[in-house]
Structures are given as C-alpha cells and as structure tokens.
C-alpha cells in the first residue's frame, strides 16, 4: 500500500479550487460532489477529531512538541493536519490549547490556515468539552456559568437558554463550533462517579425541557451543541473512563428514564449526539459497548428516533470502549454501527490505518465513509465554516467575557444556589453579630485552571460583604493536624464556614465538621459538589449546596449566605438517608428561603 505521504502528494494539483466553498456548499448536491473528489485517505480523516499539544499551531513550546511526537508523531497542530487531513481537533486544558481567549483564537486560525492550505483543504471543526460547572476547558476571562445540576436546581428554561446563547457566542468567537454539551443522562444514582452533578437531575422531564433549551441557545449562537451520552450513562456505579459501566434498565426503563431528553434533544434540532461506552443488554445483548453496536446507534437512535445529524464517539482513548476490542478495531466496528467522528483516539496512526485497511479489505465500503463525511460536512457548511472559518480579535474583544455576560451568569448562579437545612434561622448571617468568619474546606482544582482556590473565593467574597473572614484550606481528607488547627482557629471566630467535597461514611471531611459542631461555634456548611454531603452530616445548622466550586457559584453562595439575595434553588435530585438509602431524607424540590 502506499504511504499516506505518497498518496497525498500524488492528489495535491487536483481541484485546488474546492478549498473553500461559499453559500453553495450548504446543498447536497454541492458537497457530494466535492466528497466524489476527495480521496480514501482525505475522507478518512475528516471522520477523526484529535486532540494536539500546544497553544499555537505552528510554534508549540518544545515540552509540548515533545508529547505530540510521543503520542502522535508530528510535531504540532499543522503537521498533524497535513499528515492525517483530519476534520477535528478537540481543545484541552490539560493539552495546553487553552491559556486565554486570544490565544485560543489565534490557535484556532492557525488551524484553519493549516488545514484549508492543503489540496482541496477544508475547514477543521473545533470542539471541547465546556459543560460549565466542573466540566470546563475555557476559563477566565471567558464567562463561566453553573453546572447543569445547579440549572437543574434553578429550573428555568429561559436561564438554560441563555447559558447556551451566551457561552456559545463565546466558544464562536475563539473559533469553537462544536460543544460537547449537554449532558443529557437523567442522574437516578446517587453513587455514578462520573456524571453526578454533570446532569441535570434525576426527573426525565425537567431534564429533557433543560437540555432542549441549552441546545437551543447553543445553536442559535452558531456552535453545534451535543447531547451526550446516548443511549444514557445515569445509573451506573462505574466510570467508563476507567471500567466498562453495565446499565441494566429493562427496555421499558430506558424509554421511561433515558430516552425523553434525547427525544427532546432531537425535537430540537440537535447537531450532534455523543455516544456512551457502557454496555445495556436490554438494547443489544451482545455484550459491546453502545459506542460499537448497530443495534443501539443505527437501530434505536437512527431508525426509531429519526436522527440524522453527526454521530460523535466518547474519547476512544477511555477504557470502557477498550475492554472487548483492540484499538485498531474499535475505530472500524464505531463506523460499522453509525459514528461519524471518531474522537481521541489513543493512537490515531492505528486509527487511522485501521479504516484504510478496512475499506481496501472491504469490511468498510468507501460508500459508508461517504455518508458519515456528508453529515461532517452538511454540519461545516451549517455552521457557516465554509464561508468564514477565521475569527478575529476584536471579536473576542466584543465577545468574551464582557461585563454584560458576567453579570448573567451570577444573575443565574443566584437562582440555584439551595438551602437545605437552616436551624433556628442561622441563615443569613449578620456583619453585626458574626463579624469574624472562618473558612475551612476542601479546595480541588479549578475545572479550567483559572478560578479558586474555593475557600479562598468564599472568604475574599465574605469579606467584600461587609465580614472578615479567614481561610484554612483542610483538604479533601483532613490530617489530625488540619483539623486541630481548623478546630483552633475556630476559637477566635464568630462562625464557621465549611466547604464539604463529596463526603463519604469514612471521610475525615465528617471528623472536621463534628469537631468543629462541638467548639459550640455556629458552623454553616456548603456541599461544593454533590448535594448528597448532607446526609453525612446531621448536625449542621445550615447547610447550602453549590453544586460545583466554580467562582460563580461560590460568590453566589457567599451572597446567599450574607442575605444579599434569598436561597431560591430547589433540589433537582432527592438526596436519601445515609443510614437508609431505601428512604428519602430531602425530595426532589426540597428547598429553603428566608422570611421577608
């Protein structure tokens, strides 16, 4: 077989005009035939979205050079797109793509300038994962919102709306059009590692209505919103990125709980939906992943629920779509139930010569990648990516961040913070009788690498308040020693204020509290992530949940705490008892105010 190079250059003088397309390009009609010109290898890699070192397409630094020759054998974003001609490359935090927005749209440019100077080149369509909440690749100054479970607790369509309208005309001014949000798994399992507060509760319906709505702003802004992940990852005690989930909800379950905010979705006009790497016997027994099965993506999500736009695998590189197949099988058997992109693969040059062996072998036919870079294309030219694939820096400027957007997000925030206990009316707090607060707690790292520490942002936003206030990072699991300097620093303040972070029957999160509880100092605390801390801890006064430990949904926090604003969300999921998880200790809808 030829080289990749060899077939490259052999085509390159071939109907160089295609580069760019303009209005045209939204008919069929147009694209097929451009599709008819295009070769093997230039249709194989519009199916990969890849992830690549670096902030700049051209000048990476040389650590991120490194990893890109390590894990994928070029040396940055433009030769991986000369190499491959891939359709996608997906932004991350971790992958150095994101430092701020004008560099984000610098890099964006140059991966277009990349891409569309190669033979009929195309525009690449950028993607990441900005959930919001503690899902987040773009950070300050971006506009960060709250998480979808903190929506969920707000409830209001129009807020959902305005978050996608909003963080999508941000990602589309630093040349981000493709989503990976919403989450539409319904959350029915307090114990799901990996989705939680990730979703928008545990009712199918408010979740259906709020994701419709998020998509619907998305889509209004010019960024393909994504639905993810079908056919539903609620109820699962296992994280697919490290095991391979089992969903056992019977046919007539899935319908009942999973499938209405995918429906709704759909109803919607969804661009996009991402598939699962759980395995659901009541859907296909075979024993694969839902990413791998015909059953689930051609015959459910295709024939039954009428979907034709982009099928989008979860990362390849995850262990629950690695656990039956090696990974040059698993790009071949994603296509052969339906996918159209193929996401992060670990290894894209097995990827990529997997489908090309595939098709010379004739497990794959060049007819079947051809509808899957039809639907690629039909949502390019959708997205106006044809007809103007750059972004400009006074676009960020009018964009990104502006007082406009940020004072929306903590109008919104305000919404979904939730009271869940309030003991003789300790909430609010006064200046004037609990002058001198402590702030101790758990402090992970920021989603996006630009915000926190959250006890240093629930003391610097007391304080503005009108309090002094004081922090004491203690940690996830507090040390005897943190906890006896929490329990003395105690002593010399007027109340406590405690950020909790997913606590458990064992945590040393619960011996931090109880011991603070018994200084006789009021102690307020405030479950930064999961609202199911609180049955872990009977015996705090007043107990607030955040449902992320973003600024946003701190400073909210600290205003509700202050009694600038009245507690308003209302639990999106119940929370049971921790000594009797068969029995609800707080229902869905549970939520306090204060009296005015």
């Not at 932004?91 to 277009?112: E, K, M, V």
């Not at 209505?209 to 639905?227: K, M, N």
């Not at 262990?319 to 698993?330: F, I, W």
């Not at 699991?477 to 007027?494: H, L, N, Q």
């Amino acid at each position: 077989m030829p080289s990749r190079r060899t077939v490259l250059a052999a085509t390159a003088g071939v109907a160089a005009t295609l580069a760019v397309g303009g209005p045209a390009y939204a008919d069929d009609k147009k694209l097929r035939s451009l599709i008819s010109r295009m070769t093997l290898p230039e249709k194989v890699g519009q199916l990969f979205v890849m992830r690549v070192y670096g902030h700049s397409a051209t000048a990476p630094d040389q650590a991120d050079i490194d990893a890109n020759l390590k894990e994928i054998g070029v040396r940055n974003a433009a030769e991986l797109i000369a190499e491959y001609r891939v359709g996608g490359i997906i932004y991350f935090t971790w992958a150095h793509n994101t430092r701020d927005p004008q560099q984000i749209a610098d890099l964006s440019n140059g991966i277009q300038r990349a891409s569309l100077r190669q033979p009929r080149g195309l525009p690449v369509l950028v993607s990441t994962d900005q959930e919001h909440g503690i899902v987040c690749r773009v950070g300050e100054p971006a506009t960060l919102f709250p998480g979808a479970m903190a929506i969920g607790a707000g409830g209001s369509r129009t807020d959902a709306r305005s978050l996608g309208r909003i963080a999508g005309q941000e990602l589309r001014a630093i040349g981000v059009r493709q989503n990976y949000s919403p989450v539409a798994d319904v959350n029915v399992n307090p114990a799901n590692p990996v989705i939680g507060v990730r979703s928008f509760g545990s009712e199918p319906g408010a979740v259906a209505a709020l994701v419709a709505a998020e998509v619907t702003g998305y889509q209004r802004s010019g960024v393909a919103a994504t639905a993810k992940h079908f056919p539903g990852h609620g109820d699962t005690t296992v994280d697919s990125h490290t095991g391979f989930p089992v969903i056992t909800h019977s046919r007539e379950e899935w319908e009942e709980l999973d499938a209405g905010p995918f429906r709704a979705a759909i109803r919607a006009g969804i661009d996009s939906i991402m598939t699962a790497h759980i395995q659901f016997p009541a859907l296909d027994d075979s024993g694969d992943p839902a990413t791998l099965s015909r059953p689930i993506l051609t015959g459910i999500l295709r024939e039954e629920l009428g979907y034709d736009g982009v099928v989008v695998t979860d990362s390849l590189g995850m262990e629950g779509v690695r656990t039956k197949y090696g990974d040059d099988r698993v790009p071949v058997l994603a296509l052969k139930a339906g996918v159209d992109q193929l996401l992060n693969p670990p290894k894209l040059d097995v990827a990529w010569n997997a489908v090309i062996q595939a098709v010379e072998d004739g497990e794959l036919t060049e007819a079947r990648l051809d509808e899957s870079v039809l639907r690629i294309l039909r949502l390019k030219a959708k997205l106006g990516l044809f007809d103007a694939p750059y972004v400009s820096p006074g676009g960020v400027d009018r964009n990104v961040g502006t007082p406009a957007h940020l004072a929306a997000a903590d109008r919104i925030a305000e919404r979904t913070t939730t009271l869940l206990v309030n003991e003789g009316g300790l909430l609010p707090l006064s200046a004037g009788e609990h002058p001198r607060l402590l702030v101790v707690g758990a402090d992970p790292a920021s989603p996006s690498g630009t915000t926190g520490p959250p006890t240093a942002v629930l003391a610097a936003a007391l304080t503005e308040l009108g309090f002094s206030a004081t922090r004491l990072s203690t940690g996830t699991a507090p040390t005897s020693a943190a906890i006896s300097a929490a329990v003395a620093a105690a002593g010399e303040a007027d109340a406590v204020v405690v950020g909790t972070y997913n606590v458990t029957a064992s945590s040393t999160q619960k011996t931090l509290v109880q011991e603070l509880l018994a200084t006789g100092k009021p102690v307020v605390a405030v479950a930064t992530r999961n609202p199911y801390d609180v049955a872990q801890l009977p015996d705090v006064q007043a107990y607030l949940a955040s449902y992320s430990w973003t600024d946003v949904e701190l400073r909210a926090a600290a205003r509700v705490i202050a009694g600038r604003v009245r507690p308003r969300g209302k639990l999106p999921v119940p929370v049971q008892r921790a000594d009797d998880p068969a029995r609800v200790l707080y229902p869905v809808g549970h939520g306090l105010s204060y009296r005015t």
